[in-house]
Structures are given as structure tokens and as C-alpha cells.
């Protein structure tokens, strides 16, 4: 443990929605914390396609080419291609014809932000932005960290809880409509069709548990087979009708009992 | 014409550069192996052996579509440029590059072999998860909450703001 490191808990708003770090004992200096969160803004301000004046609003509109902006911006967009193509195109970073790489961005920036308090000593921390969590270590000495999966149908109540058995890398993301609307596109550039409430990726890197999500989102009924098959990867999803399935050692190893519906 | 083509090819040298570099010392954290379903499989195209982490992969590769426009099209015309091969420690990446003007559209990989040794342990090292529903999951001590964005609005009724409250009291 080093000197100054406390426990912390703060809550940001950035990227228009709220950042919760949850940093348990030993903990991590405030000072690391706050280089964390300040490198979280300048990541809004980079990518932001809200702000016009963002390096990725000025990329999209040709005012300024890739090898002019951050090393991060290519950084991303190599990443997106690289998740296009493991996807079957299903992820994207031109959701709506125009480039937006936020599908890629929370996930990612998460994610490094908690490899940021790693690096400055923390062990057990929890980063969640805007209902995406990237989990470090355990919530306490012998109890990992308990991830509720937020009920698409039900406000306030949760679908189910996620749980790592060791402390071992947890990541949980999910997508869904049911915040901010119809907001993921297929490949054909048109808004996904509803086929599910919600859909929650687990695995234990957030940038790709998030891009799995909105991937498995805009496949719609394919995504059971295409999650099953992936890797170190698994879902579960909220159908409309409150009906659920999960895949790989999330259905092996769940309680397996069916959700009233 | 010509001016243009060099700095289509210095851009593309710039991004494989920026592979090979980000296969040095720090890797980013999402740089990590892609789990394999759906992936390309690999080219049966051997790769030119360069080693990992070089840095000497930065030729001008192969400019299919560049030269083929003959220098009578405009600048405005979409053009593909393929990047060469480089070894990182997460496998063999090529770039395919499609440019108007100087400008990128698109960034793709042609190639792309994910695995080696190394990421293979790490991904049968990862934990196995439980799932709880129902009953169960309305009485689970919860640490945090994943869901479908909520904006800064929603937050304030959103289950991790109520875990948030307790937790900084």
C-alpha cells in the first residue's frame, strides 16, 4: 500500500452521463484519482460528436485529417475497424453514415481509466459509466464484485446479478433503448429492430464487452449463436416479452431459474 | 497527382507505424487479443517476417487502386490503399486504407490473426461467472448497476445513483 492511499468514492458527470469510481481498501492517492477523471474529460472533449469543435466533429467533417489529431483517434478508429470485422459488421464507428465512434469510446475510456488507478497502485476498484462496469479485484476481502444487471421492463428492480468468482478482470456492459432511445444501427444504416429489452455482454475487457453489446444489440435474434461462439465472452439478454437467456457459463453456471414474467 | 499519392502513403506508413508502436512496451488496454468468433480467417498470404516490434515496417506497401487511377481521375475519387503486414505481440495486422484526396474514409484489416501463446492462457485463465435471477437478485448485496445509458437526467432515479448515495454517506 502506498502512502496516501485511501478508498474513494466520487461520482463525475461527462460524455452526458455520470461516472460512479468506487476505489475500496487499500485504495489509491487522491491525486491518481483526479489525473484519472481529468484525462475522462479530455476524452469528451476529443471525441464529443456534440461539441462542433472536437477533433472527431472536424474529422467527420473532412476539416482535418486523422494523422492531425490525437494519437487516441487513431488509436479508436483502428480499434473500431478492427471490431467491423470481428463483428460481421455489425459494429461500427458510421452508425448513421456520418463517423461517430462514441459505440467505442465509453467502453474503451472506461476501461483505461480503470487501468490508470492499477497502474497507480489501487487493486479493487470498480469504474461504471453510465451503466457499462469495468471491475478490478474483488469488492472485499473473499466477496466479488456483484454487478446488477438493471430490469429493462421493471424501473428501480433489478433482472438478474452477475458475479465474479475470483478476482480476475470484470467487465459488464449492456445495451438497450430503454434510456436513451433507438440509438444503434444495423449495417444497413437503419435503426435496429427491437429485438430485445436489453442485452448484457460480460467478459473481462470493457471496450470489447461494449462493443459486443451493441453489436449483439443490432444483430437482433442472431446474436444467442454469435454470442455462444465467442470467446471468453457471454450474454444475457431481456426479451420485450420479459422472457430471458443467458449463454456459455452465464447459462452453465446461473441459477438457472426462469424470471417471472 | 503525385504529391498526392506521397502523402496518402506517408499517412498510411503513419498508421502502421502507430501499430507497430503501440506494440512496444505500453500496450493500451483494449489493444488485447479479439476473441475468435466471427474473425476473418487468416490469409493464407505468408506475412513478411518482421519481427515483432521492429519499427522497420514502415514501407509504402502495395498501392493497388492508387496506381490504377493513372493520375487522369480527380483527387476526389475513393482510392484503396493496402498497408504492409506487421507482427505485433497480438498477431499479424494489415491495414487497408480508403482514401479521397488525403482524406481517410475507412479503416479496415485485411488481415488479422488475433491468438498467440500467451493470449490463449490469459483467456482460460478468465473467471467463471455466476448468474443469479429473480428472488435472488432483488436481495444481492450489489455493488454497482449495468444498463442502457442513462443520461445525467436519469441518473438521478437510476439504481447506481441510490448505490452511490449509500456508498459516499
Known amino acids: 500500500m502506498r502512502p496516501g492511499a485511501t478508498p474513494h468514492r466520487r461520482v463525475v458527470a461527462c460524455m452526458g452521463t455520470v461516472f460512479s469510481f468506487d476505489v475500496r481498501a487499500p485504495g489509491v492517492d487522491s491525486a491518481a484519482l483526479d489525473e484519472a477523471i481529468g484525462w475522462l474529460h479530455w476524452v469528451d472533449a476529443t471525441f464529443s460528436t456534440y461539441s462542433p469543435q472536437s477533433e472527431i466533429s472536424r474529422l467527420a467533417r473532412r476539416e482535418c485529417a486523422v494523422t492531425d489529431c490525437a494519437p487516441e483517434v487513431a488509436q479508436v478508429l483502428a480499434e473500431c475497424a478492427r471490431l467491423h470485422a470481428a463483428t460481421d459488421g455489425y459494429f461500427t464507428d458510421t452508425p448513421f453514415g456520418t463517423l461517430d465512434p462514441s459505440g467505442y469510446v465509453k467502453g474503451w475510456a472506461i476501461e483505461r481509466v480503470s487501468d490508470m488507478l492499477r497502474a497507480a497502485g489501487s487493486v479493487n476498484h470498480c469504474v461504471n459509466g453510465g451503466g457499462d462496469v469495468q471491475c478490478v479485484g474483488v469488492a472485499a476481502a473473499g466477496r466479488p464484485w456483484h454487478i446488477g444487471i438493471a430490469d429493462p421492463l421493471r424501473r428501480g428492480h433489478y433482472a438478474a446479478v452477475v458475479a465474479g468468482t475470483n478476482a480476475a478482470d470484470l467487465a459488464v456492459a449492456t445495451s438497450g433503448s430503454t434510456e436513451r432511445g433507438a440509438h444503434i444501427a444495423g449495417p444497413d444504416g437503419r435503426p435496429a429492430a427491437g429485438a430485445f429489452a436489453s442485452i448484457t455482454v460480460v467478459g473481462p475487457s470493457l471496450a470489447f464487452a461494449d462493443a459486443f453489446a451493441t453489436a449483439a444489440y443490432a444483430m437482433g435474434r442472431r446474436a444467442g449463436d454469435w454470442l455462444e461462439a465467442l470467446d471468453g465472452y457471454d450474454g444475457y439478454a431481456v426479451l420485450p416479452n420479459g422472457r430471458t437467456w443467458a449463454t456459455g457459463r452465464l447459462a452453465a453456471e446461473g441459477s438457472g431459474a426462469p424470471r417471472a414474467a | ?169
Open chain 2, 1 to 169: 497527382m503525385k504529391r498526392v499519392i506521397l502523402s496518402v502513403v506517408g499517412t498510411v506508413a503513419g498508421l502502421v507505424a502507430l501499430l507497430s508502436f503501440k506494440a512496444q512496451g505500453h500496450p493500451l488496454p483494449t489493444a488485447g487479443p479479439l476473441p475468435s468468433a466471427g474473425l476473418p480467417a487468416p490469409s493464407p498470404t505468408p506475412a513478411p517476417s518482421n519481427s515483432a516490434g521492429s519499427g522497420a515496417t514502415s514501407g509504402p506497401g502495395s498501392q493497388s487502386a492508387a496506381k490504377g487511377s493513372g493520375g487522369t481521375s480527380a483527387a476526389s475519387a475513393a482510392r484503396t490503399v493496402m498497408g504492409n503486414a506487421v507482427e505485433t505481440q497480438y498477431g499479424i495486422v494489415q491495414v487497408q486504407v480508403t482514401v479521397t484526396g488525403t482524406h481517410i474514409d475507412n479503416v479496415s484489416f485485411v488481415q488479422l490473426q488475433a491468438f498467440d501463446g500467451r493470449s490463449q492462457q490469459i483467456n482460460s485463465q478468465a473467471a467463471p461467472i455466476l448468474l443469479q435471477e429473480t428472488v435472488a437478485a432483488q436481495s444481492a448485496h450489489i455493488d454497482s448497476v449495468s444498463g442502457a445509458t442513462f443520461t445525467s437526467d436519469g441518473y438521478v432515479q437510476s439504481l447506481q445513483s441510490a448505490l452511490d448515495q449509500v456508498g459516499i454517506r
